[in-house]
């Protein structure tokens, strides 16, 4: 015999306008294969006037929020509306009033979630948020459950679809920036306000929850260091294709005897990367554990109906949990987290100086480089006269140190310019 559970969605945009789809289409066929019958009793909206592509029973839709998290009949809800406070608010109070909840939210969860899964764990009811890493990646539950045990090293993934489908599109069919995002808008990859993307938060939240799942300590969204992709250059794209690099925006989560650090920035991955083949909108999170090895998780990381997939999965867990009766403890435990400041985490980077082509040139620049403790792996110059390229890579290097030595080389007198800096993440040193 099928179960019903009454369920409340919050927001029916993108993500939740698909998995409204789903529960109704695919009505038959769930009820079938977990015994369960879903049956969406409110849905919230902003605007009651917009055309929906669902249908629901009349007084199904609301503009008032709270309708859904204090309607009796919604056994479990789901945060699919975005935003931080308000979201934030209205899933504390379902967690309180002991009805699980399911987000896709990743700035919610990386702002608030120990807050909100202290919530869950009172109440001994689930808080899942499968869809708010990697997007119909499961990534979540691996590495909480699966991985629970498992020492890992390193996290590094591309979980941010926006950015890296820009970064494909320009790199592969020479797109303008602005064109390849206005694509990526239209195909519904983009948060509601795409600074998020392009300048890194999105992946920021991302790393932080992948951090804090890893290595079992919370590591905050203000935590994570980040810059994103606006200033990213066609003639560094050029360069690194040359030297046999591919640009990707990376959330990189790392832990070692020092402690835990997490960034997001772009960086040149040899081509031969398993991350550097990933393109468009898919994302791939690499894992680097003690005993399991390497790791490859990927698939498409944004869009409306790969994210309702991993949203249902996780309305599928929590209800047969609420069916079950049984109160539900959190599946990972968060202790707090030793951090190491970003100015000593070990980067390698790759710098493009506008110079002057004389003698000495580069001996001023390489003493710069020394006098910080930076040791320099490679230079390249094209051009000469006043014209000259100087592209340098070093070896690993605290980010203050390397900092501190381009700011004295863009002060140097045949320094006309540093062009761009961006870090390099391979193996060697
Ligand atoms: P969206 O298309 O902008 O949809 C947001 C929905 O929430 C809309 O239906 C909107 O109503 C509703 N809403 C917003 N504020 C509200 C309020 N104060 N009261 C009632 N309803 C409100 O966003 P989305 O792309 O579906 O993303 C939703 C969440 O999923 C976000 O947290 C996002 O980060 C996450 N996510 C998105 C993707 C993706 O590929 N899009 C992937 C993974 C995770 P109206 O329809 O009336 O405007
Ligand atoms: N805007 C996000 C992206 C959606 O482009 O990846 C998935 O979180």
Same mark, same amino acid.
Do not use: C, H
């Given at each position: 015999m099928e179960s019903t559970v009454g369920i409340g969605i919050l927001g029916a945009g993108t993500v939740g306008s698909a998995l409204i789809q789903r529960l109704v289409d695919d009505h038959v066929a769930i009820a079938a294969k977990?015994? %369960? +019958?879903? $049956?969406?009793?409110r849905v919230a909206v902003r605007d009651l006037g917009k055309a929906r592509a669902f249908e629901v029973p009349d007084g199904v839709l609301t503009d008032d929020p709270w309708l859904v998290v204090n309607d009796p009949e919604v056994m479990l809800v789901v945060e699919v509306m975005g935003g931080r406070d308000r979201a934030g608010d209205l899933v504390f109070a379902a967690l309180e009033a002991g009805k699980p909840v399911v987000t896709a939210n990743k700035e919610l969860v990386a702002s608030r979630g120990l807050e909100l899964v202290a919530a869950a764990e009172r109440s001994g009811v689930p808080l899942l948020f499968e869809a708010a890493v990697g997007g119909g990646i499961p990534i979540i539950r691996p590495l909480? &459950?699966?991985?629970? !045990?498992?020492?890992?090293? #390193? *996290?590094?993934? /591309?979980?941010?679809?926006?950015?890296?489908? /820009? %970064? $494909? #599109?320009?790199? &592969?069919? !020479?797109?303008?920036?602005?064109?390849?995002?206005?694509? @990526?808008? =239209?195909?519904?990859?983009?948060?509601? +306000?795409?600074?998020?993307?392009?300048? !890194? @938060?999105?992946?920021?939240?991302?790393? $932080?929850? %992948?951090?804090s799942l890893a290595f079992g300590a919370w590591v905050g969204v203000d935590d994570v260091y980040y810059e994103g992709i606006e200033d990213l250059s066609p003639i560094d794209m050029a360069f690194a294709s040359e030297f046999g690099y591919a640009i990707k925006l990376l959330a990189v989560a790392e832990r070692s005897a020092a402690g835990i650090s997490a960034r997001v920035h772009p960086v040149l991955l040899p081509v031969d990367h398993p991350l550097a083949a990933i393109r468009g909108a898919t994302n791939a999170v690499f894992i680097e554990g003690e005993s399991v090895g390497e790791l490859l998780f990927s698939g498409p990381g944004a869009g409306g109906a790969p994210t309702a997939t991993a949203v249902l999965g996780d309305v599928i867990d929590a209800a047969?949990?609420? %069916?079950?009766?049984?109160? *539900? @403890?959190? #599946?990972?435990?968060?202790?707090?987290? &030793?951090?190491?400041?970003? +100015? +000593?985490? =070990?980067?390698?980077w790759y710098v493009r100086l506008e110079v002057e082509d004389r003698p000495g040139v580069l001996a001023e620049i390489a003493g710069a480089f020394g006098d910080s403790g930076v040791s320099i792996k490679s230079v390249w110059q094209e051009g000469a006269g006043d014209e000259a390229l100087l592209l340098i890579v070093t070896h690993r290097a605290a980010e203050a140190d390397q900092r501190a030595a381009v700011e004295a080389i863009a002060k140097l007198d045949p320094v006309r310019q540093v062009a761009s800096v961006l870090r390099v993440e391979s193996e060697e040193a």
């Open positions: 977990t015994g %369960l +019958d879903f $049956s969406v009793r909480s &459950e699966t991985l629970a !045990g498992e020492p890992v090293e #390193r *996290v590094m993934g /591309i979980v941010n679809g926006t950015t890296n489908f /820009i %970064l $494909s #599109r320009m790199a &592969e069919d !020479g797109a303008e920036y602005g064109e390849a995002l206005a694509e @990526a808008q =239209a195909l519904g990859y983009a948060e509601p +306000d795409p600074t998020a993307d392009v300048s !890194g @938060a999105d992946a920021a939240a991302k790393a $932080s929850i %992948l951090a047969r949990g609420v %069916l079950a009766g049984a109160e *539900v @403890a959190p #599946r990972i435990r968060f202790s707090p987290a &030793e951090l190491i400041r970003f +100015d +000593d985490v =070990a980067t390698k």
